[in-house]
């Protein structure tokens, strides 16, 4: 047995987390940029219960609320300027994982006053001043994992940023929740449920992050079923951010595969949300496998003897039907099968044909 295992990001996991452990703040820094997206933050309570916690703590700060969905690198640098401008010390992220991911960019940006649009992916490993992120959505697992996914205009693709921003603390309260809409529930949800599903069927995986993802696949099988019958109680909203979080520690050591690797074409040109993106491929993604042993033993811990109880529960959740034709899909496969970066966490070897099955199986039925 072998492994590396590392999670570096303290996790206060409560209801009232923030408040209850308001003191963290001034152990990090004496004056925050807040990042959030247009709305959601200031009606939920976070963005509040952070304004208490910082104001009790004599810690100050200043808000950016701008953060658009899959948040681009324009974006970034705009928020960061204002940080820089203000001499924030360290970086609040509130939301979804685009806010929470923008806030990790911006670290960096702040960090690196050379640092900028143009050259950020070709400046080498850099730093970034701390960051705090507080969860509203369970589905990305940002809050645990080092990746910041940002959309370059000019590349014409969402990509990761391509640095280490594990957040140094995270806020997870599902109460933040309580009032996300079903679908956006359903598409965070799925986004979790891809990353334990590509997350464990990884080149990567090991013994300790099977652990995660084991845990993750036994928690969705409440999870499901709530989901199913629309009973989106308190515990079901505690236990499907409790899956997120163990679906992120498990993606921040092995990384994602296909279905995330080619559902970035399907959010960028197609305006489809991410988990959406990545769920309506990850059907045909389980049945392209030859090896279908860890698929069997992660069936029974979802409570399924068949991909076919699988694929049922993925039928009654995502309705997809996107106007997407031959050449779309044979253009978006060469593309992903060109960047090797997620390919080689795929366990088995593929063939472009093989991408272009699982897009035009997924896609172009009916
Ligand atoms: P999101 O893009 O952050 O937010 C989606 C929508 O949900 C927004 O309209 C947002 O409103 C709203 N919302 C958020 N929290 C809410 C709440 N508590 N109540 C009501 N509405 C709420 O969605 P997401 O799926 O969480 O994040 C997707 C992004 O994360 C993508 O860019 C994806 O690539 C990235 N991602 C990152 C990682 C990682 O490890 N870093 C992993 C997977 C995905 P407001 O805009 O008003 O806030
Ligand atoms: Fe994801």
């Not at 090991?206 to 499901?224: A, H, P, Q, V």
């Not at 399907?266 to 392209?288: C, M, Q, W």
């Not at 031959?326 to 593929?350: G, M, Q």
Request: aromatic share 10%; hydrophobic share 35%; charged share 25%.
């Amino acid at each position: 047995m072998e492994f590396i295992y590392s999670m570096p990001t303290k996790i206060y996991f409560a209801q009232d987390a923030i408040l209850k452990n308001k003191d963290v703040f001034n152990t990090i820094g004496s004056k925050a940029l807040i990042v959030t997206g247009r709305s959601s933050a200031k009606i939920n309570g976070s963005y509040d219960d952070i304004r208490k916690a910082l104001t009790d703590t004599g810690v100050n700060y200043i808000l950016f609320d701008q953060v658009e969905e899959n948040p681009s690198l324009e974006t970034i640098e705009k928020g960061s300027k204002i940080g820089k401008e203000n001499n924030v010390d360290f970086v609040i992220g509130i939301g979804g994982g685009s806010p929470m991911d923008a806030a990790k960019a911006m670290a960096v940006f702040i960090k690196n006053p050379q640092v900028n649009i143009d050259n950020i992916f070709t400046s080498g490993k850099l730093d970034s001043v701390p960051v705090v992120a507080v969860a509203t959505t369970s589905g990305t697992g940002s809050e645990v994992t080092q990746y910041s996914i940002v959309t370059s205009n000019k590349e014409r693709t969402k990509k990761n940023l391509g640095q280490s921003i594990f957040p140094k603390v995270a806020f997870l309260d599902s109460k933040y929740t309580y009032k996300l809409p079903y679908d956006i529930t359903v598409n965070t949800a799925i986004d979790a449920f891809t990353h334990l599903v590509e997350g464990y069927l990884n080149s990567n995986s090991t013994n300790m992050s099977d652990i995660y993802g084991e845990k993750g696949f036994e928690l969705f099988r409440y999870c499901f079923e709530k989901l199913i019958n629309k009973e989106l109680s308190p515990e079901f909203r505690s236990k499907v951010m409790m899956a997120s979080a163990m679906a992120g520690i498990q993606i921040a050591q092995n990384g994602t595969s296909l279905p995330h690797g080619m559902g970035y074409p399907l959010t960028y040109f197609k305006g489809l949300p991410h988990g959406l993106a990545n769920g309506v491929l990850t059907i045909e993604y389980l049945k392209s496998f030859k090896d279908q042993r860890r698929i069997e033993r992660m069936l029974s811990l979802l409570g399924f003897s068949h991909l076919d109880e699988l694929e049922s529960v993925f039928k009654s959740l995502i309705n997809v039907k996107l106007d997407i034709t031959v050449e779309e899909i044979n253009e978006y496969s060469k593309k992903f099968f060109s960047n090797k970066d997620k390919l080689k966490n795929h366990t088995e070897e593929v063939e472009l044909e093989d991408i272009v099955r699982i897009y035009s199986k997924s896609l172009l039925k009916d």
